[in-house]
């Protein structure tokens, strides 16, 4: 498997499951985003499919041709999985095996199946075809039907922020992109800071160039001018990733404050030009911002015709304010 290290133990169990010939007729991959969920989800329909490492990238993998493998997913970015897409992998998974010892079907982003597509696949769940692996994955698994989860072997992935993840990280990016040559080792640490030390993350945002948030919080607050060329910038982002990344600044900030009210231990380094602009902002300031964030992420959760650019505009104006309060 060439999908990350931290990747490998739960591999490795999927394996040994099989070679003891204890392998269930379906495995539910799941982990926190950003932790490749998806890519474990490939390296084991390669295995078994009689694939090598990496051939079946994120590109190919929808319309890799074998007759003996599905891959399922959402039409688009958002889409929810519809009843006739499941209706498609059951006609499938009936099918006797034509090249490989057993058949292989994805579902990628399982928790976007509809109540109808998710009803389909229970049936499909209750009375499993003998010669076939169902694989689905999920990076919200509390999503899905509790009747889902309860046919499903749980292979959930154990996030572990360690120098290995980093090294994988990097070794990517040399093969891949020429972004990190330009990235300071103080940058590419602010970046695993933000987005939580989860390594797909990591590595999508530096392959799309983007940026730290920390200097367009820090001029947004300096010079209230930039909010404007901020917001435009931010707008190309994917916003609940975005609202994350914020909401881990204001968690630092707020355990600073306090413990530098205590007396005890300072800031980090890379904090300071952040608390620098905001010395007047109070805990309780900070607390109703992070409270702003989370209605933010609620909000965006819990309907699909969110004006995203009003919440951002909404947001960036809130911020500016705690340089005042």
């Known amino acids: 498997m060439n999908a990350g290290p931290w990747l490998q133990p739960a591999y490795d169990r999927v394996l040994q499951s099989a070679r003891m010939d204890q392998l269930a007729h379906a495995i539910l991959v799941h982990g926190t985003p950003g932790w490749g969920e998806a890519d474990l989800a490939r390296a084991i329909a390669e295995h078994f499919i009689g694939l090598g490492p990496g051939e079946l990238n994120a590109q190919s993998a929808e319309y890799f041709a074998h007759p003996d493998f599905h891959w399922l997913q959402p039409e688009a970015p958002g889409k929810q999985i519809k009843v006739d897409q499941i209706r498609i992998l059951r006609n499938f998974v009936l099918q006797t095996c034509q090249k490989s010892d057993r058949k292989v079907a ?112 820090v001029s947004c607050i300096a010079a209230p001018g930039q909010t404007g060329r901020v917001e435009q910038t931010w707008r190309k982002l994917e916003l609940d990733l975005l609202l994350s990344r914020w909401m881990r600044y204001l968690n630092v900030l707020m355990q600073v404050q306090c413990r530098t009210q205590a007396g005890e231990w300072g800031p980090d380094n890379f904090l300071q030009p952040l608390i620098k602009v905001l010395v007047s902002a109070s805990s309780a300031d900070l607390l109703a911002f992070w409270e702003e964030l989370c209605w933010a992420r609620r909000l965006m959760h819990s309907t699909s015709n969110t004006n995203q650019t009003l919440l951002l505009g909404r947001l960036l104006l809130r911020w500016c304010e705690l340089a005042h309060s």
């Open 106 to 217: 994805v579902i990628l982003d399982a928790h976007m199946m509809n109540m109808n597509a998710a009803n389909a696949l229970l049936k499909t769940l209750e009375e499993p075809p003998g010669e076939c692996l169902l694989i689905l994955s999920t990076n919200s698994h509390q999503d899905l039907l509790p009747t889902i989860r309860s046919r499903c072997q749980s292979l959930p992935i154990r996030p572990a922020y360690d120098s290995a993840n980093i090294a994988w990280i990097k070794a990517q990016l040399k093969t891949g992109s020429s972004n990190l040559v330009a990235m300071t080792a103080d940058d590419f640490d602010i970046l695993l800071f933000e987005f939580g030390g989860a390594p797909m993350f990591v590595l999508q945002a530096i392959q799309r160039g983007e940026k730290s948030l920390l200097p367009d919080l």
